[in-house]
């Protein structure tokens, strides 16, 4: 009886060893878990961010696109409207001189 007691204790202090390794093991585990979200949050917080300023930089750069074409159209009517001014300048001045 006292040997099935001693083994019984035996026993129960190895179950006990295991169940702590178990717990610390489960504790060690529930840490790296809650870290590992910290960094996921993190993580998609600073994808959200980059995607924000993407965007702004993709709004700022249609904005830039839009106001070169306004500055080039502006370039090609200021361009035709002297144009048009010099040739009928330069005819004023060839009928002026006869030659035409």
Do not use: F, P, W
């Amino acid at each position: 009886l006292h040997r099935n007691e001693d083994k019984l204790s035996h026993v129960r202090k190895q179950a006990k060893v295991k169940m702590d390794a178990a717990q610390e093991s489960l504790d060690i585990a529930k840490e790296q878990l809650l870290m590992v979200e910290k960094d996921h949050r993190e993580g998609m917080h600073r994808v959200e961010e980059g995607e924000a300023e993407v965007r702004a930089m993709e709004t700022q750069i249609e904005e830039e696109r839009k106001r070169t074409q306004q500055e080039i159209a502006d370039m090609i009517q200021e361009y035709r409207v002297t144009e048009k001014n010099i040739v009928e300048e330069n005819s004023k001045l060839m009928k002026a001189i006869g030659a035409v």
